[in-house]
C-alpha cells in the first residue's frame, strides 16, 4: 500500500468543542500562545487544546461535556487516575494546617526516609517544585562535585527547560520541531555535549578526547521525551562503566520514569545504579513536587553543607510532600505494576495487529506503562529513527481516537502514561478505538 497516509479524508469531527474554542481564543489573547506549556496547546495535531473542566479515576471531562480515556496522566504523574481518594484525604488533611510555612517540617524528613529506601542510588535527597529545577540541580552539584564543565546529554532527551539543557532537546523542542531556543547564549550550551542515544561508541569516543573535563553523563534511561524509546542491551551498563572509569558522574533523569517502572524506578528495574537521580511527577501525586538525590558524599556539596547553592520558598512545600507521600504509601500498599505491564503488552500486541489488519506500518515501542505508537515501519532506537515517524499521521490518529474518547498524547514525540484505573474492558476499549482509527488512516 501507499505509505501515504497523511491525505486520506477523515470522518468530520463529531466532538462537541464550542467552548474549548471561545476559551483558547479568550486564552491566546492574555497567555502566550493561549498555553502555560507548549505540547498541550495541540500545535503538532492541529485544532486547537481542550480544556479540562475535571478528572476522575480512569477518565478527562473537558469544558464541553466529552468523557475521554486518559492515555496521558498528566504526562505521568496519575499511575492511580485522577484524584484518587488516598491522595485528596492527604492534601485536604495537610491544607488544614497550611499551605506553605518556608520552614522545616518533620513530613518532608519522613518523605526523604520513603525515597532513599525505595531508590537505589539514592542516600540523601533535596525536595524542589519541579523537573526543570530537579535535572538543573542535579548538573550543577555534578559539575560542583568533580570540579569539571562539560556535559554530555543525548539527542532526544528532555530534562526541562534550564538554559544548558536545552541543546537537541526532546518533548516540545522536538514536538514544534524547533533547533533549540532562542535565548539561550551559545556560551551556556557550549559546555553541552550531545551524542545519538543508544550510541556507546559516540561516547566512548568523546572520552577519549575530552575525559578529564567531562563532569557528567545525564540521560533519561527510558526515554519518554521523544515517544517511548528504550536502552539497547548494555547502552545504561556501558555508560556506567565509562564514567566510573574516567571519574564523571552518571545522571539518570527519572523524572517519568522514578516510581513507574518500579516502585525505585528505572534503575531498580534495568539494575543499572547512576550516582545521582532526577525524580518528578508521581513523586508529587500530582502537586509541584520533584527530587534530585544520589550519593551522600556528592550531595553534601549541596549548601548549607556546601559550596553548590540552590534553594526554594516552596521546596518542601506541605501540601505536595503529603500528596507525594499519599502516592507512595498507595504504591507499597497497592503496586500496580505488574497489572500495568500485563495490560500495556497486551495493549501493545493489539496496536499491533490492529494496524497490520489495516496495512499501517506503526512501531510500538513499549516498557512499563509507557507506550508510543510511531508511525514508521523502521525500529525506533533513537532520535533520527524516531523522526522517521509521520507526524502527520500521527496527527489524524489521535484526533480518530479522540473522537472515540481516548486522550492520546498530543504530539509524537510524547509517551502515554496509563493507569491503574483503567480496566481490562478499558484496555479492551482502547484497542478497538485503535483498530478503527487504523482503519480509517487507510480508507481512500
Ligand atoms: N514537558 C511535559 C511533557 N514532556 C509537559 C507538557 C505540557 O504540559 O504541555
Redesign the pocket.
Known amino acids: 500500500m501507499s505509505t501515504d497516509l497523511s491525505t486520506t479524508p477523515m470522518r468530520p469531527p463529531t466532538l462537541r468543542r464550542d467552548r474549548s474554542r471561545l476559551l483558547f481564543s479568550e486564552a491566546q489573547a492574555v497567555i502566550p500562545g493561549g ?7 495541540f500545535k503538532s495535531v492541529g485544532g486547537g487544546p481542550l480544556f479540562i473542566e475535571r478528572g476522575q479515576n480512569q477518565y478527562l471531562f473537558d469544558v464541553d461535556g466529552n468523557r475521554y480515556l486518559d492515555m496521558v496522566g ?3 504523574p496519575l499511575i492511580f487516575g485522577h484524584a484518587d481518594p488516598a491522595v485528596i484525604a492527604a492534601i485536604t488533611d495537610a491544607a488544614s494546617r497550611g499551605t506553605s510555612f518556608g520552614a522545616s517540617t518533620e513530613a518532608e524528613v519522613r518523605f526523604a526516609e520513603e525515597i532513599i529506601a525505595a531508590v537505589p542510588s539514592v542516600e540523601k535527597v533535596r525536595l524542589v517544585s519541579s ?1 526543570t529545577e530537579a535535572a538543573m540541580s542535579f548538573i550543577r552539584v555534578a559539575r560542583g562535585f568533580t570540579g569539571r564543565t562539560k556535559l554530555i546529554k543525548f539527542e532526544g532527551n ?1 530534562h ?1 527547560h534550564s538554559d544548558a539543557l536545552l541543546a537537541k532537546a ?3 523542542i522536538a514536538t514544534l520541531g524547533l533547533p533549540d531556543s532562542a535565548g539561550v547564549p551559545a556560551q551556556v550550551t557550549a559546555a553541552t555535549l550531545t551524542l545519538p542515544y543508544n550510541d556507546l561508541a559516540a561516547v566512548e569516543a568523546t572520552f577519549v578526547k575530552e575525559g578529564d573535563d567531562i563532569a557528567a553523563v545525564a540521560l533519561e534511561p527510558v526515554v ?2 521523544m515517544g517511548c524509546v528504550l536502552p539497547a542491551p548494555g547502552f545504561l551498563e556501558g555508560l556506567r562503566e565509562i564514567t566510573t572509569r574516567y571519574g564523571a558522574l552518571l545522571l539518570f533523569d527519572e523524572v ?1 520514569t522514578g516510581f513507574r517502572l518500579a516502585y525505585g524506578g528505572a534503575q531498580e528495574r534495568l539494575g543499572v545504579t547512576p550516582d545521582l537521580t532526577a525524580m518528578g511527577k508521581i513523586i508529587g501525586g500530582g502537586l509541584p513536587l520533584a527530587a534530585y538525590g544520589g550519593r551522600a558524599d556528592i550531595m553534601d556539596v549541596v549548601a548549607p553543607v556546601g559550596p553548590v547553592y540552590q534553594a526554594g520558598t516552596l521546596s518542601g512545600n506541605p501540601l505536595a510532600v503529603a500528596a507525594g507521600r499519599a502516592m507512595l504509601r498507595r504504591l507499597r500498599e497497592a503496586p500496580p505494576y505488574v497489572y500495568l505491564d500485563e495490560q500495556t503488552t497486551l495493549l501493545a500486541r493489539r496496536l499491533r495487529e490492529g494496524a497490520a489488519a489495516a496495512g499501517v506500518p506503526v512501531t510500538v515501542n513499549h516498557i512499563g506503562s509507557m507506550l508510543t505508537v510511531f508511525f514508521t515501519d523502521q525500529p525506533v532506537f533513537d532520535y533520527p529513527s524516531a523522526k522517521t515517524s509521520d507526524a502527520t499521521v500521527y496527527a489524524r490518529f489521535f484526533w480518530a481516537m479522540l473522537e472515540r474518547g481516548v486522550y492520546l ?1 498530543p504530539s509524537q514525540f ?1 509517551a502515554a502514561f496509563l493507569s491503574a484505573a483503567l480496566t481490562p474492558d478499558d484496555f479492551e476499549a482502547v484497542a478497538a478505538a485503535a483498530r478503527e482509527s487504523f482503519a480509517l488512516l487507510a480508507e481512500r
Open positions: 498555553v502555560n506549556s507548549p505540547v498541550r496547546a498528566s504526562w505521568g523537573g528532555y526541562g526532546g518533548s516540545g519518554g521525551n517519568m498524547p510524547e
